[in-house]
């Protein structure tokens, strides 16, 4: 058992040169986001007035979560499953879940680092958050759920090219309603709002930034992005195809 986990770093190692030998995934997967990211913050005045000074941050967290952690996710694993690399690691000593975390481990690092980066930068030029561990516990649990929900299209794309379809809805759709709760607030709706993807999430990063509702409050929008995390889990669990569809 431990010989097979111990696989998902060379797995890993592999999977970060693959990473930055894409030109295309490189750019569209890690460069574009810090570029919308640099405009966020240099028009934090503008978006802050439209919301708060929390929405900003929401949207810097989930850009980075949506085109970085997501979409590159799933067009990865479409790539190595047309390659048929997927199916050569499976004849290794390696486990399934030793696999898909050495997949998924680079992306994950990258991701992790640039929105703590992202983050960093605007606190010190926008204002530091009132409550930074919710902060942080925010930022965590939305990336799971990108994650997840990544595994989960992982398992219907058939191919790099086809990732920009796939994942098209969603990503458009998280950030839709990462606008709409950032804006709007949940006075109004709160259940519908609190409960689509990223609307939840998207509450707590703005409560953690602005201190604008106690912790206990906040802490219990944790329970509809971690639904999500189960869903797209057990979603993943179903459609996952090791092998190129026919």
Avoid: C
Wanted: proline residues 4%; hydrophobic residues 55%.
């Amino acid at each position: 058992h431990t010989l097979k986990e111990s696989l998902m770093f060379p797995i890993a190692r592999s999977e970060l040169i693959q990473l930055f030998r894409n030109r295309a995934v490189l750019i569209s997967g890690l460069i574009m986001p810090v570029a919308a990211s640099i405009y966020f913050i240099y028009n934090r005045d503008v978006f802050s007035q439209i919301g708060s000074i929390g929405f900003v941050g929401a949207l810097l967290a989930f850009t980075i979560a949506v085109f970085t952690l997501y979409a590159t996710t799933v067009t990865a694993l479409a790539a190595r499953r047309q390659s048929l690399f997927l199916k050569r690691l499976r004849s290794t000593a390696a486990s399934d879940p030793a696999i898909l975390a050495g997949l998924v481990l680079p992306v994950v690092g990258i991701s992790l680092v640039q929105v703590s980066f992202v983050l960093g930068v605007f606190a010190v030029v926008g204002g530091r958050p009132a409550d930074t561990a919710l902060l942080v516990v925010a930022v965590l649990a939305g990336f799971a759920m990108m994650l997840a929900l990544g595994l989960a299209t992982a398992g219907i794309t058939n191919s790099p090219e086809h990732a920009q379809v796939t994942t098209l809805p969603l990503s458009l759709g998280v950030i839709a309603v990462a606008s709409w709760v950032g804006i709007t607030g949940t006075e109004s709706l709160a259940a519908l709002k609190r409960a689509l993807p990223g609307g939840a999430a998207t509450e707590l990063v703005v409560n953690a930034w602005d201190g604008a509702a106690p912790l206990g409050d906040s802490l219990l929008l944790l329970a509809p992005t971690l639904g999500w995390v189960i869903v797209a889990i057990a979603l993943a669990a179903r459609l996952f195809r090791w092998e190129p569809r026919r």
